[in-house]
């Protein structure tokens, strides 16, 4: 699976951005997709995941209610809507796939197997 991000920009704080990822390959439709975030100087941090339907998601903590994933496998492609941003959501955002497990929605780095690579996200105050 090959993933190719797209959408970031600069924002001012409250506005919105939608990311895209565009997966190549045949086993999108199996493979449960992540967004993962990494500030300067800071590691990697969750922020969304979605199974391989689109019926089951799961958000970090710090952007839940104001970011909203989503997939649609006929394109192969899941987006991640940010509203409401904040200085704070600043980084390189990272889409992320992996094979699906057992209704499981994995959260952490090490779990995922292919990589985007990565587009930046820069919310002004």
């Known amino acids: 699976v090959q993933l190719q991000a797209s959408g970031g920009g600069l924002v001012q704080a409250g506005g919105s951005l939608r990311l895209s990822c565009a997966a190549s390959g045949r086993t999108f439709n199996n493979n449960n997709m992540g967004w993962f975030r990494q500030a300067p100087g800071q590691e990697r941090e969750f922020v969304a995941a979605i199974n391989w339907s689109g019926g089951t998601t799961t958000y970090a903590d710090s952007v839940k209610g104001r970011f909203t994933i989503s997939r649609d496998n006929a394109k192969n492609t899941v987006y991640l809507q940010m509203n409401n941003l904040k200085p704070e959501d600043t980084a390189v955002y990272y889409c992320?796939?992996?094979?699906?497990?057992?209704?499981?929605?994995?959260?952490?780095?090490?779990?995922?197997?292919?990589w985007g690579q990565g587009t930046l996200v820069t919310v002004s105050s």
């Open positions: 992320a796939s992996r094979a699906a497990y057992r209704g499981t929605l994995y959260t952490l780095p090490r779990n995922y197997d292919y």
